[in-house]
């Protein structure tokens, strides 16, 4: 074997290189990084709103930026539930929570524990006759054993299937396939303040390298850990243990790595991927690679992780994870008795990956001329001048456009579901005055805004939710006014001014509703006309999480936009669907209004109340919508020409536009346009085309009856 030192140079470099072509290069990860953790901060912003007992969490490979394109990463979504306190002694009890000890013994696997409860009065434990039916409701929580009683971590699993997504069950969490999204574990976790006992020592423990330093080991104490549903493989007690997580602790040492270190945990993957997985069952985990790469950076110097050395430590990293399968011990890094590798791999299995490993260690980077991912092979024969140069891969500016424009699709799809959320709590029935709960939140969050320093997370999250509540409000305020007294305030003239940059359309068309609304025909035609110049076909993508839809490739326009910079991007290439709640109605034009009644009493009896609370507001994609206005404003002004071409517009924009999340709603609203032209029989293929898109929850059901009266009242034949 070569162990020429210059060989492994000019290899390491060569290979970083790539990697920094694909997208593993300082920009890349840290814009991934802050667009993640702001998706995870406008998720918080209802902990300053409402009472909630849940906080999601973002842990894995596409929060920490340790991903690529080709190896097609999950997301691991932790959904955090506050309404329990987990503590790790007595001491910790507090007066009316649901209190769980964690308690460990001679029967839980290392890294693993038992809950049990306690009473909410005071600090004794909670007991229950052992004789009840284990049929009882209070059983589906609970079970008593050995005289405690314990809480089953079996009925803390998400149900998925609730919210109408496909899911596959993936050990503790549930695997959720969206159309168009990376798959998304879903785990419920409870969490704890304390740090574990179990990870005591590594508190204490220092390697050579002295990573993590004693500023980063306070920081990873203070976050506590989290205990979530599932038992170890070898356990005594399956149907009761919880596995304690580190998880916060985790991704907080992995924003600590250099790229040379993210670079060899990719390389790490992409070969468990391709070379490894495929011939062992998936019996190694990427969680796995990783405590090898962090176990490797503890006991090596801080100055060997360069990319000219990119290759040793690659190989350094796999003579690790080969000793973990050799010995069959896979030591947790920061909980090191807990065996990540207890009772996963056979005897055949074991012999397998240690053949795979030593092979590829042998081939002193060879092999990875093999890997397809990301075309990493195909590329390093290129930089080794062993290949011809060829076009027909992606480049890397392409590549960055490509990571852009997913980032920017992650943070508005949050900010677009968080306020779905958000006008579901305020217009429950329970709720009170829609008005006054809408004015009391944005002063709570305009004041948050004001007190939180410059260049936060929290406040980027704010600024990006602030001004969808305004237009909410703005239009709340509209409607009460236009019913009453047939005009419109300066404070709800001023909730719109805030809110009209909110996105490139929603917020804009939202006052050209109230304007129309109102009468004033002259002020809705300059608000459409400036919307229409702003909503550039070429970039703007429409963005709507009102219930899971299939999503399309992103327009070639919008990835380059999003590459030019952050979040604030979003308010020029992203156009939100408009949810009018029944609190707005009278901003609503009567076409539009059909959809707040679109459920017969049948069908409101078979809706799922967990996500189709929306189907009781209109709801509709803002490029239709622009089109609709047009047509009925310029109608209005008797410019039948600029008529004729909106409508052209709105039938050319259901045709063609593929992301249209409420099409149905579109339909609809074409198919009304054409009776008003006296199109009867363009209209009816309108409802039923918008019919087969949605057969039920769908006001087309009333506008066919009500066609077909018009049809029998004036004996027109179809």
């Known amino acids: 074997m070569s162990r020429d030192p210059a060989y492994f140079r000019t290899i390491s470099v060569k290979l970083s290189e790539v990697l920094d072509d694909i997208g593993v290069n300082e920009k890349t990860v840290l814009k991934k990084r802050r667009m993640i953790l702001l998706s995870e901060t406008i998720g918080k912003i209802e902990l300053l709103l409402f009472d909630k007992c849940v906080t999601n969490y973002y842990f894995g490979s596409q929060s920490e930026g340790s991903t690529t394109i080709g190896l097609e990463s999950d997301m691991d979504l932790v959904n955090c539930s506050h309404f329990v306190h987990v503590i790790k002694d007595w001491s910790e009890w507090q007066h009316g929570m649901i209190n769980l000890l964690m308690i460990r013994d001679e029967t839980t696997s290392p890294g693993y524990c038992l809950l049990q409860v306690l009473r909410k009065d005071e ?37 998925v299937d609730a919210f109408g997504v496909t899911n596959v069950k993936n050990g503790p969490a549930n695997t959720v396939k969206l159309a168009g999204f990376t798959e998304c574990d879903l785990v419920t976790a409870f969490p704890c303040k304390s740090w574990p006992v179990e ?14 330093t004693e500023e980063m080991k306070t920081y990873c104490e203070k976050t506590g850990c989290f205990v979530v549903p599932v038992s170890s493989k070898s356990s005594q007690c399956e149907d009761l243990e919880w596995r304690i997580s580190t998880s916060m602790a985790e991704r907080y040492l992995m924003f600590s790595l250099n790229i040379t270190q993210i670079r060899c945990y990719i390389l790490m993957k992409m070969i468990l991927k391709v070379f490894i997985n495929p011939q062992c069952n998936g019996v190694l985990s990427s969680f796995m690679c990783k405590t090898a790469l962090l176990h490797c950076i503890q006991c090596t110097y801080s100055n060997s992780w360069q990319p000219p050395n990119l290759l040793a430590c690659l190989t350094f990293c796999l003579i690790m994870l080969e000793n973990f399968v050799r010995q069959m011990n896979c030591p947790h890094f920061i909980i090191p008795k807990n065996n990540l590798m207890a009772g996963r791999i056979s005897p055949r299995e074991k012999h397998k990956i240690l053949e795979i490993l030593q092979n590829f260690i042998q081939t002193e980077g060879r092999a990875l001329l093999a890997i397809p991912i990301d075309k990493l092979g ?4 290129v930089k080794m001048n ?57 002063f709570k969050l305009m004041n948050a805004y004001r007190e939180i320093g410059c260049n936060s997370l929290e406040k980027s999250a704010l600024k990006l939710m602030i001004p969808l509540l305004y237009t909410s409000l703005g239009s709340a305020v509209a409607s009460s006014e236009i019913y009453a007294d047939g005009v419109i305030s300066r404070k709800a003239l001023t909730c719109f001014s805030i809110g009209l940059n909110s996105d490139v359309s929603s917020g804009r068309l939202k006052f050209a509703s109230a304007m129309y609304c109102l009468g004033d025909m002259i002020k809705t035609e300059i608000v459409l006309r400036n919307t229409e110049g702003l909503y550039d076909l070429n970039i703007v993508e429409p963005v709507c999480k009102c219930f899971v839809s299939r999503t399309v490739p992103t327009r070639h326009g919008f990835k380059y936009k999003s590459s030019t910079g952050n979040e604030e991007l979003l308010r020029r290439t992203i156009a939100f669907c408009i949810r009018f709640t029944r609190h707005e109605i009278n901003c609503v034009p009567q076409e539009l209004q059909y959809e707040m009644f679109r459920s017969t009493q049948e069908e409101l009896f078979e809706r799922n109340e967990l996500c189709d609370f929306w189907m009781d507001w209109a709801v509709v994609d803002s490029l239709p919508y622009i089109y609709f206005l047009q047509y009925k404003t310029y109608g209005h002004l008797q410019r039948a020409a600029e008529q004729q071409q909106a409508l052209t517009n709105l039938v050319a924009t259901i045709e063609i536009e593929s992301n249209l999340c409420h099409r149905e709603t579109a339909l609809n609203l074409l198919g009304q346009c054409m009776e008003q032209e006296n199109r009867h029989n363009d209209a009816l293929r309108c409802y039923m085309l918008s019919l087969n898109t949605r057969a039920r929850n769908n006001a087309a059901n009333f506008l066919v009856s009500r066609l077909f009266h018009a049809f029998a009242r004036n004996r027109h034949v179809v």
């Open 378 to 381: 195909t590329r390093l024969q």
């Open 199 to 212: 990870a005591q020592a590594w508190l204490v423990r220092q390697g050579i390298g002295r990573w993590p």
């Open 386 to 442: 062993m290949y011809v140069a060829f076009n027909y891969y992606w480049s890397p500016a392409l590549i960055y456009e490509i990571n852009s424009g997913d980032f920017l699709m992650h943070v508005s799809t949050a900010i677009n579901a968080n306020h779905l959320l958000f006008l579901e709590r305020i217009t429950d029935e329970r709720s009170g005055d829609v008005q006054e709960m809408l004015s009391d939140f944005t």
């Open 123 to 159: 600090p004794l434990p909670l007991y229950l006759p052992e004789h009840l039916s284990e049929s009882a409701d209070i059983f589906r929580c609970y079970t008593v054993r050995g005289g405690r009683t314990l809480m089953k971590p079996a009925s803390f699993n998400i149900d």
